[in-house]
């Protein structure tokens, strides 16, 4: 943990296309961005000084000081060890505005509106099924759509239904068959965010989502089998249901073109109220209005139903990965013991209560690429975990490890109850692919043991391993920051991809 | 005639487009964008249809008309393959144009990319001398 009393030191940064920046030492895994100009809060970047110089090369430490002029910030610009170059926001960033007098950017919940993590545990034990692997990674690629425009995991969705499914979310999948109705408790916001109003939904976002409930989309969006290979907090893992050696799946994904659409729908309507509110920002991808504005609640409720559309695409996803294994394994539920974990969001605006100079106020957390990681004795989590806190899923690249954590109290005093979200990348695709040329990434992960399936050889190269950090680098400085606790590592060893 | 080339961002990818005019500029653009996309479709018949879209500055104007291109292309598996009778008006920051457009009815194929959007970062249009330069990030 980080020593108590340690000295602060100072740090010349270089960003590109700017001015030197310096960053304020504040102990080993937390450097401050202090406030000047006309930024209204410090930034903070939680990261240790190998992780920090791989932003270096890029500008989302100037994307974290761009952050800290949005009206109605308070305490801090965040960011998380996985931290890398954005939209407006970093990735990676979290900011918390007072609805008063705050704004709503949706550069500072992405594209992907809801994009996220599902962890779902079986008690299928990895040595007894090791052999049939390959052909659980076949049966699941044939299974759940996946790749560009992938389309036609169920059919195309009536007008009722495209309602029902952006203002009930995850309920709207458990109602077709998907999963079961408790799998809403270990959902964030139970599945369903409050106040969606598909009317705020443009018909070309409906459009795009209609066919595309229950699919994997492309790019990082991944499904993945593992093996729960270490445990560091054998109680807490065990009211995850995670039991060393026992397979588990993970599903990546988010709102597909639906969120795309509805995120570009807004930032239209936000850049002329800005003119119309007068709000003044260094990016224009940070375009936000008040809160409390007509436009801002009209983004509100169109970033919610385009979240329930997200949750309910991975309710889906759970349901089909579901019925492959009971097919595939030729075994009872009962001997799958399949359930899920959790399902997280990393890309979203939520309101939530914080503590602020000591007292409790409604904030608007956005974060982009981070997770809500709320500590033991939370009324936000299941019941189940009440004694522990909330399971943190963090994927690492397809051929090295994810985590679960879980949230501390800690997290609650100084991030808003939030931890890092992946690996982040330190190549880009280009980079990756050339990185990539004439090796058959195939076969090499099969050597580390992960049967990868893909669409395409293209996107493989592109999501290489070595395109991202080290995601044991990652965990290990949000961890030793006291945000969250490691509870167990995971292992591919399967990989879907689109 | 307008041209255009990629560069490397981090997760993404970028397009610098440069042609003699404004609307030969939003046509490369559009021709840039779905040469990232990939390929023409195999299927000879060309379709054409008139799109009109509106924004409130010229940085809108191009992000709509390509967030209208991919929309297309995702949705209604149409690939832009010319414009024609391209009316670009400055002053009411309008585009009409003809499309040429090849269409298809199967699933897409995989061996298209995907790009989620057309974004505002570091997104700029300048006039050099005679001839019109933009680039613009899109978010894959």
Same mark, same amino acid.
């Given at each position: 943990?980080?020593?108590?009393g340690?000295?602060?030191?100072?740090?010349?940064? @270089?960003?590109?296309?700017?001015?030197? !920046?310096?960053?304020?030492?504040?102990?080993?895994?937390?450097?401050?961005?202090?406030?000047?100009?006309?930024?209204?809060v410090?930034?903070?970047?939680?990261?240790?000084?190998? %992780?920090l110089?791989?932003?270096?090369?890029?500008?989302?430490?100037a994307?974290?000081? =761009?952050?800290?002029?949005?009206?109605?910030?308070?305490?801090?610009?965040?960011a998380?060890?996985?931290?890398?170059?954005?939209?407006?926001? +970093?990735?990676?960033?979290?900011a918390a505005?007072?609805?008063?007098?705050?704004?709503?950017?949706?550069?500072?919940?992405?594209?992907?509106?809801?994009?996220?993590?599902?962890? %779902?545990?079986?008690?299928?034990?990895?040595?007894?099924?090791? *052999?049939?692997?390959?052909?659980?990674?076949?049966?699941?690629?044939?299974?759940?759509?996946?790749?560009?425009?992938s389309?036609?995991?169920?059919?195309?969705?009536?007008? *009722?239904?495209?309602?029902?499914?952006?203002e009930?979310?995850?309920?709207?999948?458990?109602?077709?068959?998907?999963?079961?109705?408790?799998?809403?408790?270990?959902?964030?916001e139970?599945?369903?965010?409050e106040?969606?109003?598909?009317?705020?939904?443009?018909?070309?976002?409906?459009?795009?989502?209609?066919?595309?409930?229950?699919?994997?989309?492309s790019?990082n969006?991944?499904?993945?089998v593992?093996v729960?290979?270490?445990?560091?907090?054998?109680?807490?893992?065990a009211?995850?249901?995670?039991?060393?050696?026992? %397979?588990?799946?993970?599903?990546?994904?988010?709102?597909?073109?639906?969120?795309?659409?509805?995120?570009?729908?807004?930032?239209?309507?936000?850049?002329?109220?800005?003119?119309?509110?007068?709000?003044?920002?260094?990016d224009?991808?940070?375009?936000?209005?008040?809160?409390?504005? +007509?436009?801002?609640?009209?983004?509100?409720? *169109?970033?919610?139903?385009?979240?329930n559309?997200?949750?309910? =695409?991975?309710?889906? !996803?759970?349901?089909?990965v579901?019925?492959?294994?009971?097919?595939?394994?030729?075994?009872?539920?009962?001997?799958?013991?399949?359930r899920?974990?959790?399902?997280?969001c990393? =890309?979203?605006?939520?309101?939530?209560?914080?503590?602020?100079?000591?007292?409790?106020?409604?904030?608007?957390?956005?974060?982009?690429?981070?997770?809500?990681?709320?500590?033991?004795?939370? @009324?936000?989590?299941? *019941?189940?975990?009440?004694?522990?806190?909330?399971?943190?899923?963090?994927p690492?690249?397809?051929g090295?490890?994810?985590?679960?954590?879980?949230?501390?109290?800690?997290a !609650?005093?100084?991030?808003?109850?939030?931890?890092?979200?992946?690996?982040?990348?330190?190549?880009?695709?280009?980079?990756?692919?050339?990185?990539?040329?004439?090796?058959?990434?195939?076969?090499?992960m099969?050597?580390?043991?992960?049967k990868? !399936?893909?669409?395409?050889?293209?996107?493989?190269?592109?999501?290489?391993?070595?395109?991202?950090?080290?995601?044991?680098?990652?965990?290990?400085?949000?961890?030793?920051?006291?945000?969250?606790?490691?509870?167990?590592?995971?292992?591919?060893?399967?990989?879907?991809?689109? | 005639?307008?041209?255009f080339?990629?560069?490397?961002?981090?997760?993404?990818?970028?397009?610098?487009i440069?042609?003699?005019?404004?609307?030969?500029?939003?046509?490369?653009?559009?021709?840039?964008?779905?040469?990232?996309?990939?390929?023409?479709?195999?299927?000879?018949?060309?379709?054409?249809?008139?799109?009109?879209?509106?924004?409130?500055?010229?940085? /809108?104007? #191009?992000?709509?008309?390509?967030?209208?291109?991919?929309?297309?292309?995702?949705h #209604?598996?149409?690939?832009?393959?010319?414009?024609?009778?391209?009316?670009?008006?400055?002053?009411? #920051?309008?585009?009409?144009?003809?499309?040429?457009?090849?269409?298809?009815e199967? /699933?897409?194929?995989?061996?298209?990319?995907?790009?989620?959007?057309?974004?505002?970062?570091?997104?700029?249009?300048?006039?050099?001398?005679?001839?019109?330069?933009? /680039?613009?990030?899109?978010?894959?």
């Amino acid at each position: 943990m980080v020593p108590a009393g340690a000295p602060r030191s100072f740090w010349i940064f @270089d960003v590109p296309g700017g001015c030197p !920046m310096e960053l304020t030492k504040i102990h080993q895994y937390l450097w401050e961005i202090p406030r000047t100009g006309n930024m209204l809060v410090p930034g903070r970047v939680y990261a240790t000084p190998e %992780l920090l110089a791989d932003s270096k090369s890029d500008e989302s430490l100037a994307q974290v000081r =761009n952050v800290a002029h949005l009206p109605g910030i308070v305490k801090y610009s965040l960011a998380m060890p996985d931290i890398h170059w954005g939209y407006g926001f +970093p990735i990676g960033g979290v900011a918390a505005m007072r609805p008063s007098d705050g704004v709503i950017s949706p550069g500072g919940v992405s594209y992907d509106i809801n994009c996220g993590v599902r962890l %779902l545990a079986t008690q299928i034990v990895y040595d007894e099924i090791k *052999a049939h692997i390959p052909r659980i990674v076949t049966r699941l690629f044939q299974s759940i759509p996946a790749g560009v425009g992938s389309s036609g995991a169920i059919p195309r969705l009536s007008r *009722a239904d495209q309602k029902r499914i952006l203002e009930k979310g995850a309920r709207w999948a458990i109602e077709q068959g998907y999963g079961s109705p408790e799998d809403i408790e270990y959902t964030e916001e139970g599945g369903c965010l409050e106040g969606a109003e598909a009317e705020e939904v443009s018909e070309k976002a409906k459009e795009r989502g209609s066919t595309q409930a229950g699919t994997l989309g492309s790019g990082n969006h991944f499904l993945e089998v593992d093996v729960v290979e270490e445990v560091y907090l054998p109680d807490v893992a065990a009211a995850y249901g995670l039991e060393s050696g026992t %397979l588990a799946f993970s599903i990546h994904s988010g709102s597909r073109g639906l969120g795309y659409q509805v995120c570009d729908d807004f930032l239209s309507v936000m850049g002329k109220a800005m003119r119309r509110y007068g709000i003044q920002i260094p990016d224009r991808q940070l375009a936000c209005a008040p809160i409390e504005s +007509p436009e801002g609640r009209r983004y509100l409720a *169109a970033m919610a139903a385009a979240a329930n559309f997200a949750w309910a =695409n991975r309710q889906v !996803m759970m349901g089909l990965v579901q019925r492959t294994l009971l097919e595939a394994l030729n075994i009872s539920p009962r001997e799958l013991g399949f359930r899920l974990v959790y399902d997280v969001c990393h =890309n979203i605006a939520k309101f939530e209560r914080h503590l602020v100079d000591g007292k409790a106020e409604t904030l608007c957390v956005h974060r982009k690429g981070a997770t809500r990681a709320f500590p033991p004795g939370s @009324d936000q989590i299941p *019941a189940a975990y009440q004694n522990w806190g909330q399971p943190v899923l963090i994927p690492g690249d397809m051929g090295t490890a994810s985590y679960v954590l879980v949230g501390t109290a800690q997290a !609650m005093e100084e991030t808003f109850g939030t931890s890092c979200h992946g690996a982040g990348r330190v190549q880009s695709r280009t980079q990756a692919l050339k990185m990539g040329a004439g090796r058959d990434l195939f076969e090499e992960m099969s050597q580390r043991g992960v049967k990868v !399936m893909a669409t395409g050889r293209r996107t493989v190269a592109e999501e290489m391993p070595e395109a991202y950090k080290n995601i044991h680098s990652v965990v290990d400085a949000i961890v030793m920051a006291g945000i969250s606790r490691k509870v167990a590592r995971l292992r591919p060893v399967g990989v879907v991809k689109g | 005639m307008g041209d255009f080339r990629f560069f490397d961002h981090i997760a993404d990818v970028g397009m610098e487009i440069t042609a003699d005019s404004a609307a030969d500029l939003f046509i490369t653009a559009g021709k840039g964008l779905m040469e990232w996309i990939g390929s023409p479709p195999s299927t000879r018949a060309v379709h054409k249809s008139t799109v009109n879209v509106a924004a409130d500055d010229m940085d /809108s104007l #191009l992000v709509a008309w390509l967030q209208e291109l991919l929309y297309r292309f995702y949705h #209604l598996h149409s690939y832009l393959m010319d414009a024609s009778a391209f009316d670009l008006d400055m002053d009411h #920051l309008t585009v009409k144009a003809v499309l040429q457009e090849k269409i298809w009815e199967e /699933s897409l194929s995989h061996n298209y990319r995907e790009v989620k959007a057309v974004t505002y970062h570091q997104l700029k249009i300048e006039r050099y001398g005679p001839r019109w330069r933009a /680039s613009v990030i899109l978010d894959i």
